[in-house]
Protein backbone atom coordinates (compact mmCIF):
# COMPACT_ATOMS: atom_id res chain seq x y z
CA UNK A 1 0.00 0.00 0.00
CA UNK A 2 1.38 3.11 -1.05
CA UNK A 3 0.72 5.88 1.42
CA UNK A 4 1.85 9.76 1.02
CA UNK A 5 0.94 12.38 3.01
CA UNK A 6 1.21 16.38 2.01
CA UNK A 7 1.57 18.88 5.21
CA UNK A 8 1.65 22.48 5.98
CA UNK A 9 -0.48 23.92 2.51
CA UNK A 10 -3.19 25.66 1.98
CA UNK A 11 -6.20 23.64 1.17
CA UNK A 12 -8.90 24.18 -1.79
CA UNK A 13 -10.19 20.94 -1.53
CA UNK A 14 -12.80 22.33 -4.32
CA UNK A 15 -16.10 20.97 -2.03
CA UNK A 16 -16.77 24.43 -1.53
CA UNK A 17 -15.28 27.92 -1.45
CA UNK A 18 -13.47 27.37 2.06
CA UNK A 19 -9.87 27.23 2.39
CA UNK A 20 -7.79 25.25 5.06
CA UNK A 21 -4.33 26.68 6.46
CA UNK A 22 -1.92 24.34 7.92
CA UNK A 23 -3.54 21.19 6.04
CA UNK A 24 -2.84 18.06 5.78
CA UNK A 25 -3.79 15.73 2.57
CA UNK A 26 -3.60 12.13 2.96
CA UNK A 27 -3.06 10.00 -0.54
CA UNK A 28 -3.60 6.27 -0.12
CA UNK A 29 -2.81 4.48 -3.26
CA UNK A 30 -3.69 7.17 -5.60
CA UNK A 31 -7.38 7.65 -3.46
CA UNK A 32 -7.75 11.07 -1.16
CA UNK A 33 -7.83 9.02 2.22
CA UNK A 34 -8.30 12.60 3.77
CA UNK A 35 -8.03 16.08 3.11
CA UNK A 36 -8.59 18.92 5.95
CA UNK A 37 -6.42 20.04 9.37
CA UNK A 38 -3.73 18.99 10.45
CA UNK A 39 -5.18 18.21 13.54
CA UNK A 40 -7.75 16.00 12.37
CA UNK A 41 -5.39 13.73 10.39
CA UNK A 42 -5.92 9.90 11.67
CA UNK A 43 -3.31 7.58 12.23
CA UNK A 44 -1.23 6.92 9.40
CA UNK A 45 0.93 4.01 8.41
CA UNK A 46 4.46 4.80 9.99
CA UNK A 47 6.06 3.90 6.21
CA UNK A 48 4.13 7.19 4.88
CA UNK A 49 6.11 9.40 2.38
CA UNK A 50 5.66 13.49 4.19
CA UNK A 51 6.06 15.93 1.95
CA UNK A 52 6.23 19.45 3.45
CA UNK A 53 4.43 21.76 1.19
CA UNK A 54 4.07 24.77 3.31
CA UNK A 55 4.24 27.66 1.60
CA UNK A 56 1.97 26.01 -1.13
CA UNK A 57 -1.39 25.97 -2.42
CA UNK A 58 -2.92 22.48 -3.12
CA UNK A 59 -5.86 22.21 -5.08
CA UNK A 60 -7.49 19.44 -7.03
CA UNK A 61 -7.09 18.76 -10.45
CA UNK A 62 -8.87 20.77 -12.98
CA UNK A 63 -10.93 19.48 -16.00
CA UNK A 64 -11.28 20.98 -19.22
CA UNK A 65 -14.78 20.53 -20.66
CA UNK A 66 -14.49 22.23 -24.04
CA UNK A 67 -11.25 20.39 -25.78
CA UNK A 68 -9.60 20.05 -28.82
CA UNK A 69 -6.72 17.96 -28.23
CA UNK A 70 -6.36 17.28 -31.79
CA UNK A 71 -6.66 21.09 -33.06
CA UNK A 72 -3.10 22.23 -34.17
CA UNK A 73 -3.29 25.83 -33.22
CA UNK A 74 -3.95 26.65 -36.87
CA UNK A 75 -5.79 29.94 -37.89
CA UNK A 76 -9.85 29.37 -36.72
CA UNK A 77 -10.84 29.47 -40.69
CA UNK A 78 -8.50 26.51 -41.37
CA UNK A 79 -9.09 23.97 -38.34
CA UNK A 80 -9.27 20.76 -39.94
CA UNK A 81 -6.95 21.64 -42.86
CA UNK A 82 -4.09 19.51 -41.02
CA UNK A 83 -3.45 16.25 -42.55
CA UNK A 84 -3.69 13.35 -40.05
CA UNK A 85 -0.23 12.23 -39.65
CA UNK A 86 0.51 16.07 -38.35
CA UNK A 87 -2.87 16.43 -36.19
CA UNK A 88 -1.96 13.21 -34.48
CA UNK A 89 1.70 13.93 -33.66
CA UNK A 90 1.00 17.64 -32.59
CA UNK A 91 -2.36 16.09 -30.33
CA UNK A 92 0.15 14.04 -28.25
CA UNK A 93 2.26 16.97 -27.65
CA UNK A 94 -1.28 18.94 -26.45
CA UNK A 95 -2.31 16.00 -24.53
CA UNK A 96 0.99 16.66 -22.18
CA UNK A 97 0.62 20.23 -22.56
CA UNK A 98 -2.55 20.30 -20.80
CA UNK A 99 -1.89 17.93 -17.88
CA UNK A 100 1.05 20.06 -17.06
CA UNK A 101 -1.29 23.62 -17.47
CA UNK A 102 -3.28 21.32 -14.39
CA UNK A 103 -6.02 20.21 -15.84
CA UNK A 104 -6.03 16.45 -14.94
CA UNK A 105 -9.03 15.67 -17.28
CA UNK A 106 -11.04 16.72 -20.10
CA UNK A 107 -13.98 16.00 -22.02
CA UNK A 108 -13.52 16.54 -25.86
CA UNK A 109 -15.81 19.01 -28.28
CA UNK A 110 -14.97 16.98 -31.05
CA UNK A 111 -12.09 15.79 -33.07
CA UNK A 112 -10.02 15.55 -36.18
CA UNK A 113 -10.14 12.06 -37.35
CA UNK A 114 -10.12 9.67 -34.60
CA UNK A 115 -7.39 11.54 -33.09
CA UNK A 116 -9.01 11.61 -29.68
CA UNK A 117 -9.82 7.64 -29.43
CA UNK A 118 -6.08 6.94 -29.98
CA UNK A 119 -4.78 9.49 -27.48
CA UNK A 120 -7.34 8.03 -24.74
CA UNK A 121 -6.19 4.46 -24.73
CA UNK A 122 -2.83 5.86 -24.96
CA UNK A 123 -3.05 8.12 -21.95
CA UNK A 124 -4.88 5.60 -20.38
CA UNK A 125 -2.14 2.40 -21.22
CA UNK A 126 0.43 5.09 -19.98
CA UNK A 127 2.45 5.58 -23.30
CA UNK A 128 1.86 8.93 -23.25
CA UNK A 129 1.13 11.89 -20.71
CA UNK A 130 -2.35 13.42 -20.61
CA UNK A 131 -5.50 14.04 -18.75
CA UNK A 132 -8.19 11.38 -18.36
CA UNK A 133 -10.02 12.09 -21.47
CA UNK A 134 -13.77 11.65 -22.55
CA UNK A 135 -13.30 10.77 -26.23
CA UNK A 136 -15.09 12.65 -28.83
CA UNK A 137 -15.46 11.49 -32.37
CA UNK A 138 -15.81 14.29 -35.22
CA UNK A 139 -18.53 17.08 -35.29
CA UNK A 140 -21.63 15.80 -36.08
CA UNK A 141 -23.21 18.65 -38.36
CA UNK A 142 -26.35 19.02 -41.20
CA UNK A 143 -25.94 20.24 -44.37
CA UNK A 144 -25.18 24.08 -44.23
CA UNK A 145 -24.57 23.77 -40.85
CA UNK A 146 -21.56 25.45 -39.17
CA UNK A 147 -19.26 22.31 -39.85
CA UNK A 148 -20.45 21.63 -43.38
CA UNK A 149 -16.45 21.55 -44.94
CA UNK A 150 -13.97 19.77 -46.09
CA UNK A 151 -11.19 18.09 -44.05
CA UNK A 152 -11.32 16.26 -41.05
CA UNK A 153 -13.36 17.55 -39.07
CA UNK A 154 -16.90 17.34 -39.68
CA UNK A 155 -19.31 14.19 -40.12
CA UNK A 156 -22.86 15.19 -41.59
CA UNK A 157 -25.60 13.70 -41.93
CA UNK A 158 -29.73 14.88 -42.30
CA UNK A 159 -32.84 13.45 -40.92
CA UNK A 160 -34.00 11.37 -37.70
CA UNK A 161 -32.53 7.75 -39.40
CA UNK A 162 -29.01 9.03 -40.46
CA UNK A 163 -28.39 10.64 -37.66
CA UNK A 164 -29.06 7.55 -35.95
CA UNK A 165 -26.63 5.79 -38.03
CA UNK A 166 -23.82 8.51 -37.88
CA UNK A 167 -24.41 8.04 -34.01
CA UNK A 168 -23.74 4.10 -34.43
CA UNK A 169 -20.64 4.63 -36.61
CA UNK A 170 -19.72 6.60 -33.69
CA UNK A 171 -20.38 3.98 -31.11
CA UNK A 172 -18.87 1.75 -33.35
CA UNK A 173 -15.49 3.83 -33.44
CA UNK A 174 -15.50 3.53 -29.59
CA UNK A 175 -16.17 7.29 -28.52
CA UNK A 176 -17.38 8.78 -25.33
CA UNK A 177 -19.02 11.77 -26.33
CA UNK A 178 -20.33 12.96 -29.58
CA UNK A 179 -20.38 16.51 -30.88
CA UNK A 180 -23.29 18.19 -32.56
CA UNK A 181 -23.55 21.84 -33.76
CA UNK A 182 -26.70 23.00 -33.07
CA UNK A 183 -26.51 26.20 -34.22
CA UNK A 184 -23.51 28.54 -36.16
CA UNK A 185 -21.24 31.10 -35.96
CA UNK A 186 -21.37 35.00 -36.98
CA UNK A 187 -18.42 34.89 -39.27
CA UNK A 188 -20.22 31.86 -41.34
CA UNK A 189 -22.97 33.43 -43.32
CA UNK A 190 -24.81 30.45 -43.83
CA UNK A 191 -25.07 28.93 -40.11
CA UNK A 192 -25.01 32.20 -38.08
CA UNK A 193 -26.04 32.18 -34.21
CA UNK A 194 -29.81 31.53 -34.08
CA UNK A 195 -30.76 29.53 -37.35
CA UNK A 196 -30.98 26.15 -35.85
CA UNK A 197 -28.94 23.70 -38.43
CA UNK A 198 -31.14 20.44 -36.81
CA UNK A 199 -34.66 20.30 -36.59
CA UNK A 200 -36.01 18.79 -32.86
CA UNK A 201 -36.66 15.62 -34.04
CA UNK A 202 -32.98 15.42 -35.56
CA UNK A 203 -31.85 16.33 -32.21
CA UNK A 204 -34.16 13.88 -30.30
CA UNK A 205 -32.62 11.41 -32.55
CA UNK A 206 -29.12 11.97 -31.74
CA UNK A 207 -29.53 12.10 -28.39
CA UNK A 208 -31.65 9.10 -27.97
CA UNK A 209 -29.08 6.70 -30.15
CA UNK A 210 -26.19 8.53 -28.06
CA UNK A 211 -27.63 7.55 -24.13
CA UNK A 212 -29.31 4.54 -25.42
CA UNK A 213 -26.09 3.63 -26.59
CA UNK A 214 -24.27 4.71 -23.44
CA UNK A 215 -22.78 8.05 -25.21
CA UNK A 216 -23.24 11.23 -24.03
CA UNK A 217 -23.94 14.15 -25.92
CA UNK A 218 -22.01 18.01 -26.23
CA UNK A 219 -23.27 20.67 -28.27
CA UNK A 220 -22.43 24.35 -29.81
CA UNK A 221 -25.55 26.29 -29.05
CA UNK A 222 -24.81 30.11 -28.92
CA UNK A 223 -28.74 31.25 -29.15
CA UNK A 224 -31.61 31.12 -26.78
CA UNK A 225 -33.31 29.07 -29.47
CA UNK A 226 -30.14 26.56 -29.80
CA UNK A 227 -29.79 25.98 -25.58
CA UNK A 228 -33.92 25.69 -25.70
CA UNK A 229 -33.66 22.62 -28.32
CA UNK A 230 -30.86 21.15 -26.61
CA UNK A 231 -32.49 21.18 -23.43
CA UNK A 232 -35.21 19.71 -24.50
CA UNK A 233 -33.58 17.17 -25.69
CA UNK A 234 -31.54 15.99 -23.36
CA UNK A 235 -28.16 17.37 -24.17
CA UNK A 236 -25.33 16.77 -21.46
CA UNK A 237 -22.85 19.60 -22.16
CA UNK A 238 -23.72 22.82 -23.64
CA UNK A 239 -20.65 25.07 -25.32
CA UNK A 240 -20.95 28.52 -25.42
CA UNK A 241 -24.72 30.09 -24.46
CA UNK A 242 -24.47 33.22 -25.47
CA UNK A 243 -27.68 35.07 -25.69
CA UNK A 244 -29.65 33.73 -23.53
CA UNK A 245 -33.49 34.58 -22.23
CA UNK A 246 -35.57 33.39 -19.33
CA UNK A 247 -37.32 30.96 -20.97
CA UNK A 248 -33.76 29.29 -21.80
CA UNK A 249 -32.68 30.13 -18.40
CA UNK A 250 -35.87 28.24 -16.58
CA UNK A 251 -34.95 24.77 -18.52
CA UNK A 252 -31.51 25.16 -17.29
CA UNK A 253 -32.07 25.48 -13.84
CA UNK A 254 -34.70 22.39 -14.25
CA UNK A 255 -32.25 20.34 -15.28
CA UNK A 256 -29.40 20.32 -12.36
CA UNK A 257 -27.47 17.42 -14.52
CA UNK A 258 -26.88 19.83 -17.65
CA UNK A 259 -23.37 21.97 -17.57
CA UNK A 260 -23.22 25.12 -19.64
CA UNK A 261 -19.28 26.20 -20.48
CA UNK A 262 -19.75 29.90 -21.82
CA UNK A 263 -16.43 29.47 -23.76
CA UNK A 264 -15.72 33.30 -24.04
CA UNK A 265 -12.02 32.94 -25.66
CA UNK A 266 -12.94 32.68 -29.18
CA UNK A 267 -14.75 36.06 -29.06
CA UNK A 268 -12.37 37.97 -27.10
CA UNK A 269 -9.13 36.74 -28.28
CA UNK A 270 -11.05 37.20 -32.22
CA UNK A 271 -11.71 40.96 -31.16
CA UNK A 272 -8.55 41.64 -29.84
CA UNK A 273 -6.35 39.37 -32.85
CA UNK A 274 -8.29 39.89 -35.66
CA UNK A 275 -5.75 41.89 -37.89
CA UNK A 276 -3.49 38.64 -37.32
CA UNK A 277 -6.05 36.80 -39.27
CA UNK A 278 -6.40 39.14 -41.93
CA UNK A 279 -9.51 40.58 -40.71
CA UNK A 280 -10.11 44.16 -39.77
CA UNK A 281 -11.38 45.73 -36.38
CA UNK A 282 -14.48 47.38 -38.46
CA UNK A 283 -15.83 43.62 -39.87
CA UNK A 284 -15.63 41.94 -36.57
CA UNK A 285 -17.54 45.26 -35.20
CA UNK A 286 -20.16 44.37 -38.22
CA UNK A 287 -20.06 40.52 -37.67
CA UNK A 288 -21.21 41.35 -34.00
CA UNK A 289 -18.63 39.91 -32.01
CA UNK A 290 -18.75 42.45 -29.43
CA UNK A 291 -21.87 42.65 -29.07
CA UNK A 292 -21.51 38.71 -28.33
CA UNK A 293 -19.05 39.45 -25.82
CA UNK A 294 -21.63 41.52 -23.87
CA UNK A 295 -24.83 39.25 -24.48
CA UNK A 296 -22.73 36.43 -22.94
CA UNK A 297 -21.85 38.80 -19.51
CA UNK A 298 -25.30 39.23 -19.15
CA UNK A 299 -26.30 35.37 -19.49
CA UNK A 300 -23.32 34.68 -17.44
CA UNK A 301 -25.29 36.83 -14.84
CA UNK A 302 -28.36 35.47 -15.22
CA UNK A 303 -27.26 31.76 -15.13
CA UNK A 304 -25.23 32.66 -11.79
CA UNK A 305 -28.43 34.11 -10.07
CA UNK A 306 -30.56 30.83 -11.14
CA UNK A 307 -27.60 28.43 -9.57
CA UNK A 308 -26.61 26.91 -13.21
CA UNK A 309 -23.36 24.78 -13.05
CA UNK A 310 -21.18 26.52 -15.47
CA UNK A 311 -17.80 25.02 -16.10
CA UNK A 312 -14.41 26.00 -17.89
CA UNK A 313 -13.06 25.59 -21.50
CA UNK A 314 -12.93 28.12 -24.48
CA UNK A 315 -12.49 26.52 -27.26
CA UNK A 316 -8.47 26.48 -27.06
CA UNK A 317 -6.41 24.91 -30.16
CA UNK A 318 -6.29 28.11 -32.04
CA UNK A 319 -3.58 30.44 -33.15
CA UNK A 320 -5.60 33.26 -31.46
CA UNK A 321 -6.37 30.84 -28.39
CA UNK A 322 -3.51 28.26 -28.15
CA UNK A 323 -2.69 25.31 -26.40
CA UNK A 324 -1.44 25.90 -23.03
CA UNK A 325 -3.57 28.81 -22.15
CA UNK A 326 -6.38 27.38 -20.53
CA UNK A 327 -6.25 28.27 -17.24
CA UNK A 328 -7.19 31.95 -18.96
CA UNK A 329 -10.70 31.11 -18.78
CA UNK A 330 -10.67 31.13 -15.06
CA UNK A 331 -8.90 35.39 -15.24
CA UNK A 332 -12.06 35.89 -17.85
CA UNK A 333 -14.40 33.88 -15.37
CA UNK A 334 -13.45 37.19 -12.60
CA UNK A 335 -12.55 39.97 -14.49
CA UNK A 336 -15.62 39.35 -17.07
CA UNK A 337 -18.09 37.82 -15.70
CA UNK A 338 -17.47 39.17 -12.04
CA UNK A 339 -16.63 35.79 -10.15
CA UNK A 340 -14.81 35.21 -7.30
CA UNK A 341 -11.53 33.47 -7.53
CA UNK A 342 -12.90 30.60 -5.81
CA UNK A 343 -16.41 30.49 -7.36
CA UNK A 344 -14.30 30.39 -10.65
CA UNK A 345 -11.73 27.77 -8.96
CA UNK A 346 -15.24 25.85 -8.52
CA UNK A 347 -16.27 25.65 -12.01
CA UNK A 348 -13.43 24.26 -13.06
CA UNK A 349 -12.89 21.65 -10.21
CA UNK A 350 -15.99 20.69 -8.23
CA UNK A 351 -18.29 21.28 -11.54
CA UNK A 352 -16.13 20.30 -14.29
CA UNK A 353 -15.28 17.07 -12.49
CA UNK A 354 -18.43 16.20 -12.05
CA UNK A 355 -19.56 16.90 -15.40
CA UNK A 356 -16.61 14.71 -16.34
CA UNK A 357 -17.76 11.86 -13.61
CA UNK A 358 -21.38 11.65 -12.27
CA UNK A 359 -20.36 9.72 -9.12
CA UNK A 360 -18.37 12.48 -7.72
CA UNK A 361 -14.69 11.11 -7.88
CA UNK A 362 -12.89 13.87 -9.84
CA UNK A 363 -12.34 17.62 -8.97
CA UNK A 364 -12.59 17.57 -5.31
CA UNK A 365 -10.30 16.18 -2.81
CA UNK A 366 -11.82 14.22 -0.26
CA UNK A 367 -11.75 10.19 1.07
CA UNK A 368 -12.59 8.42 -2.04
CA UNK A 369 -11.68 11.17 -4.92
CA UNK A 370 -8.86 10.43 -7.02
CA UNK A 371 -5.70 12.09 -5.95
CA UNK A 372 -5.36 14.28 -8.94
CA UNK A 373 -4.00 17.72 -7.01
CA UNK A 374 -2.16 20.67 -8.55
CA UNK A 375 0.71 22.34 -5.96
CA UNK A 376 0.90 26.15 -6.78
CA UNK A 377 3.75 28.20 -6.11
CA UNK A 378 1.51 30.90 -5.00
CA UNK A 379 -2.31 31.97 -4.28
CA UNK A 380 -4.84 31.90 -6.55
CA UNK A 381 -7.25 33.08 -4.26
CA UNK A 382 -5.28 36.62 -4.46
CA UNK A 383 -4.43 36.29 -8.07
CA UNK A 384 -5.97 34.01 -10.34
CA UNK A 385 -3.75 34.30 -13.29
CA UNK A 386 -1.08 32.46 -11.18
CA UNK A 387 -2.75 29.57 -12.69
CA UNK A 388 -1.56 30.63 -15.63
CA UNK A 389 2.04 30.00 -14.81
CA UNK A 390 3.14 25.90 -15.33
CA UNK A 391 6.52 26.70 -13.79
CA UNK A 392 4.46 27.60 -10.43
CA UNK A 393 2.37 24.25 -10.82
CA UNK A 394 3.44 20.93 -10.17
CA UNK A 395 0.76 18.45 -11.09
CA UNK A 396 0.12 14.88 -9.71
CA UNK A 397 -2.30 12.79 -11.96
CA UNK A 398 -3.39 9.54 -10.14
CA UNK A 399 -2.92 5.80 -11.19
CA UNK A 400 -6.14 4.87 -11.13
CA UNK A 401 -8.62 4.29 -12.96
CA UNK A 402 -12.32 4.77 -13.50
CA UNK A 403 -15.26 3.74 -15.43
CA UNK A 404 -17.53 5.70 -16.93
CA UNK A 405 -21.37 5.56 -16.01
CA UNK A 406 -21.89 5.99 -19.63
CA UNK A 407 -20.14 3.04 -21.00
CA UNK A 408 -17.02 0.43 -20.07
CA UNK A 409 -14.53 3.06 -21.67
CA UNK A 410 -12.02 3.49 -18.71
CA UNK A 411 -11.49 7.12 -18.67
Known amino acids: ?93 NAEKMLSSGFTAAISFGSTYKIDVALRGAIESGRISG ?74 AVVSEAHRRKMRVACHSRSAAAVKQAVRAGVDFIGHANYLDQEAIALLAARDQVCVGPSIAWEVQYVAQCESLGVSKATVRAQGYEREIEATIASVEKMRAAGIKMVVGGDYGISIAPHGTYAKDLEYFVDLFGMRPAEAMLCATRNGGSAFDPKGRVGILAPGSVADMVLVDGDPLRDITVLQDHQKLTVLKSKVSLVSDFGDEEL
Not at 54 to 80: E, V, Y
Not at 136 to 161: C, E, H
Not at 182 to 188: L, M, P, R, S, T
Request: charged residues 20%; contains cysteine; proline residues 5%.
Open 1 to 93: MESTIYTGAVLFAGVDESVTSNSAVWVRDGLIAYAGTAEGLPETPNDSQVIDASGQFIMPGMTQTHAHLSFADASPFAIGDTAVEDATIIAVG
Open 131 to 204: PRLLAAGRDLGATASNVDSKGGLSQIADGPWALRQAVREQRRDRVDVVKIFIDGEAINPTNPPGELSFCDEEVE
